[in-house]
């Protein structure tokens, strides 16, 4: 045990990286189960596995299931995002002994473990409706709670270090362990076609996933809450929402960070009709854990060599720069992708599984598709970070709740967006919706389902090194902008303290 205490009681970051360290392997890891139990909630409820349970399981008696399921997805995803910088004001507003964001994190997993399995407990065999109403009214709650969890979680990690070197280490472990445990949900209902009783009742195996899922949630969370510090100093007067909202003007990083992310919903649609494309295109819905553990090694990868580059460049460490290779590769990938594929999948004879060289070649690339995607991920968890230093820097002010929102708004409608697209385009070319097993559909929606997979894509991370190019923040600028607001704060922790002794 003492060996364990000590190691949990020593430093992430044992070399000097030019800047103070704070992070123990305690707090790290903490906060990375925290992270891993947002994951194991957004498997089951934003994952390509909720448009095929809504779709092909709740809606199948509709006559259309996949515009009911469209419509329903993108305007809950609006009012989710918009949600989102209501929350981070409220973040930035929060004063309490227990900080700004561990307050939310103590209580917010509790609403969201509890609405998420009341969302899967719908029935197809009610009332259409009934089924629709039910399913919008739980979506809406799904969104809220989950941005009341999401948003303190992504600012807490901005708070509880200023080292950029750390932040990114922190980051990695964080990705590493939401990949390990939010994968546990996906690989359940994929895995669930091989058991007997789960073959045939598709609905239930999402149901049991969901109630596992929240009974971990709401154990792991307490880790986060019990073992996290923050260490942003933050002014005593609240700040006002008009103030809150007059600073991302001033944010332009931020701003191309958000142009990019609009840019990367092209790049989501493959995650939302994977399911589709491997049960209609692939005709074999086993594909589907081949295709999930596959993607996994990806952000295990990230979470191991990104903060191992960054450590190791120190000062000279440049996510800009990485962020635009990381571009670079994932369109290479995905035009490789189409041009190996596009023979076994679309000139295949219709209702018969693809080859298994093609199947191979299926699964490898997209094993390789994502690797791009995931580091290019991790290493924007810091650029976020440095958009939340620059507006300190800039104005004297610290708002890590509203600069935060802002990207999860923009992931909000990454996610509303590539769905609502991915469905309507299936519905638009005639797409088939069935519960268990494979259909044979039209030509159309198979033509739609490849492109969709491999170079839609790849036109996303094209138009995202656009953006990319204007971001403002390098290496060098960011360590002076942390010299001199470490200054700045130094200067009034003084004035403080002075006025204090004179009272």
């Known amino acids: 045990m003492g060996k364990i205490t000590d190691f949990l009681d020593s430093k992430i970051i044992q070399k000097d990286v030019g800047e103070k360290t704070y992070l123990t392997w305690k707090e790290t890891l903490s906060y990375a189960v925290g992270r891993g139990a947002q994951g194991m909630n957004t498997s089951m409820t934003s994952s390509k596995y909720i448009n095929f349970f809504l779709t092909n399981v709740l809606f199948k008696k509709l006559k259309d299931p ?8 993108f305007y809950c995803g609006i009012f989710d995002a918009v949600n989102d910088p209501v929350m981070g004001v409220i973040v930035d507003r929060t004063r309490t002994k227990e900080g700004q964001m561990r307050p939310y994190i103590k209580w917010a997993p509790l609403f969201v473990s509890l609405v998420m399995v009341l969302f899967f407990i719908g029935s197809a065999n009610a009332a259409p409706w009934i089924n629709i109403l039910y399913t919008t009214i739980l979506f809406v709650g799904l969104d809220v709670t989950y941005t009341a969890f999401d948003i303190p979680m992504g600012a807490l990690a901005f708070s509880v270090t200023s080292n950029g070197v750390e932040r990114t280490k922190l980051f990695g472990i964080s990705s590493i362990t939401r990949s390990v445990l939010g994968a546990l949900p996906m690989v359940f209902v994929a895995g669930a076609s091989f058991l007997p009783y789960f073959k045939n009742h598709t609905a239930q195996s999402y149901l049991t996933s969901a109630i596992i899922s929240a009974v971990l949630i709401i154990v792991l969370t307490r880790f986060t809450y019990k073992n996290t510090r923050e260490r942003a100093r933050h002014q005593e007067n609240v700040p006002s929402v008009k103030d ?18 609009v840019f990367f919903v092209l790049c989501k649609i493959p995650e939302q009709v994977s399911a589709y494309f491997v049960s209609d295109l692939l005709f074999e819905r086993r594909y589907n854990v081949f295709i999930d553990v596959i993607k996994f090694p990806a952000s295990i990868l990230a979470g ?53 060289i093609t199947g191979i070649m299926v699964v490898i690339f997209t094993g390789l598709s994502v690797i791009p995607m995931e580091f290019k991920n991790l290493m924007q968890k810091e650029m976020e970070a440095e958009t939340v230093d620059y507006i300190e820097w800039k104005s004297g002010k610290r708002v890590e ?39 044979v559909q039209n030509l159309a929606t198979n033509r739609a389902l490849f492109l969709m997979t491999t170079i839609v894509p790849a036109v996303g991370y094209l138009l995202m090194l656009i953006p990319m190019h204007f ?14 607001i470490m200054i700045r704060r130094a200067a009034l922790a003084e004035s403080r303290e002075s006025a204090e002794n004179a009272e």
Not at 471 to 484: G, L, P, Q, R, W
């Open 304 to 356: 191991l060599f990104v903060p191992k580059i960054a450590e190791k460049l120190g000062e000279r460490s440049d996510p800009r720069k990485f962020y635009q290779i990381c571009c670079l590769a994932a369109i290479a990938i995905n035009v490789l992708f189409a041009v190996c594929t596009y023979n076994g999948l679309l000139s295949k004879e219709a209702g018969v599984s693809v080859s298994l």
């Open 66 to 73: 996949m515009g009911v399921a469209s419509k329903i997805r």
């Open 401 to 439: 709740g509203i600069m935060l929102s802002i990207m999860s708004f923009t992931g909000k409608i990454e996610n509303t967006f590539s769905s609502s697209i991915g469905l309507s385009i299936l519905g638009l070319t005639g797409y088939i919706a069935h519960e268990e097993g494979s259909l």
């Open 244 to 261: 809150c909202f007059k600073l991302l003007f001033q944010n332009r990083p931020l701003l191309m960070l958000f142009l990019g992310n």
């Open 471 to 484: 971001y403002n923040i390098t290496a060098k600028s960011h360590k002076k902008m942390m010299e001199d």
